[in-house]
């Protein structure tokens, strides 16, 4: 944990500046980069997806011990992976569409608030995932959600991210069909015929309208959830609910639920996954771990909760 003062003093040897790092054909990217330049002290960093790895290796050698990371899930999931125990702290500016992981730890979405609290808050250990050697922050899943992320893909470069994904959900929704999946955690396997198999990171709420969302405080894990029957309400919930919050309407869904750190999923048939809302091309069996205190991300104050 480095103190508000450890991290005055690091500013001052790096010459007050953080790096930065932002993609800036990101959406949001020319009110961020301007909110950069009014706050001062911060050495942005211009780069896309592919350079993001290169440009945290090249601030390890610099020497820097806090690096701030201006994007959306996808982004701050990209400098994680990089990060994984390593001592270098990580500050979050949420520049992205949903901004889950910034949400689900405190980390203000408004940008003032968040530059702020990338020069003076303090690390704490936080929790991320990891499948078949891919870090997830968020969620990941198998099956319909699958198509739901791949259906909203092809159209959101034309209707926006929000109405895509509406009409991705219906899509879903009438072209759902099940799969056999085996789990296996520390009690053994079990054997499941699903439309969807959901992971969270954290403890996951189990009600519509929050379905799928983190808990506030909760237990830490990975909360496996997997739809029972052809339950349609619980797949248009956790679809839907990564472009509305607060859906209401849709029947509680049958779900089997477990927390633990680490399981074993396995297909009959070749199937993709999804990891943190992105089509992830790996190969089953799908190895998935709990990475306790795997990354020191600045959050704000809460008494000293870790």
């Known amino acids: 944990m480095t103190s508000e003062g450890g991290v005055s003093e690091q500013r001052a040897a790096?010459?007050?500046?953080?790096?930065?790092?932002?993609?800036?054909?990101?959406?949001?990217?020319?009110?961020?980069?301007e909110a950069l330049r009014e706050a001062g002290g911060f050495d942005v960093i211009e780069t896309?997806?592919?350079?993001?790895?290169?440009?945290?290796?090249?601030?390890?050698?610099?020497?820097?011990?806090?690096?701030?990371v201006a994007g959306g899930d996808g982004t701050v999931g990209a400098a994680a992976a990089e990060?994984?125990?390593?001592?270098?702290?990580?500050?979050?500016?949420?520049?992205?569409?949903?901004?889950?992981?910034?949400?689900?730890?405190?980390?203000?979405?408004d940008v003032a608030e968040a530059i702020t609290l990338a020069k003076t808050g303090v690390a704490r250990p936080a929790d991320v995932a990891?499948?078949?050697?891919?870090?997830?922050?968020?969620?990941?899943?198998?099956?319909?959600?699958?198509?739901?992320?791949?259906?909203?893909?092809?159209?959101?470069g034309t209707y926006g991210y929000r109405?895509?994904?509406?009409?991705?959900?219906?899509?879903?929704?009438?072209?759902?069909?099940?799969?056999?999946?085996e789990v296996a955690g520390p009690d053994g396997p079990r054997a499941f015929r699903t439309p969807l198999l959901f992971i969270g990171v954290g403890e996951r709420e189990l009600q519509v309208p929050t379905l799928g969302g983190r808990v506030a405080e909760g237990e830490r894990g990975l909360h496996v959830m997997v739809v029972r029957g052809r339950t349609r309400g619980a797949?248009?919930?956790?679809a839907l609910g990564a472009a509305?919050?607060?859906?209401?309407?849709?029947?509680?869904?049958?779900?089997?639920?477990?927390?633990?750190?680490?399981?074993?999923?396995?297909?009959?048939?070749?199937?993709?996954?999804?990891?943190?809302?992105?089509?992830?091309?790996?190969?089953?069996?799908?190895?998935?771990?709990l990475l306790r205190d795997a990354i020191q991300l600045v959050q704000p104050d809460v008494g000293g909760a870790g």
Do not use: W
């Open 14 to 33: 790096l010459g007050h500046a953080l790096p930065v790092i932002i993609n800036p054909a990101a959406g949001s990217a020319p009110d961020v980069l």
């Open 48 to 68: 896309d997806a592919d350079g993001i790895a290169g440009a945290i290796q090249d601030s390890v050698v610099a020497g820097h011990r806090r690096i701030v």
């Open 83 to 109: 990060l994984v125990g390593l001592p270098m702290e990580l500050a979050v500016i949420p520049a992205g569409t949903l901004n889950h992981f910034a949400r689900d730890h405190g980390i203000p979405v």
């Open 130 to 156: 990891r499948v078949n050697g891919r870090i997830f922050l968020n969620t990941s899943s198998v099956g319909a959600y699958v198509a739901f992320v791949r259906a909203r893909d092809r159209i959101e």
């Open 163 to 181: 109405i895509a994904s509406l009409l991705a959900a219906v899509r879903t929704y009438f072209g759902m069909h099940r799969f056999a999946v």
């Open 235 to 238: 797949v248009l919930a956790l």
């Open 244 to 289: 509305i919050r607060g859906l209401r309407g849709v029947p509680a869904p049958r779900l089997e639920a477990l927390l633990l750190d680490r399981c074993v999923v396995t297909l009959r048939k070749p199937a993709l996954i999804a990891t943190d809302g992105e089509i992830a091309h790996l190969d089953a069996p799908f190895e998935y771990e």
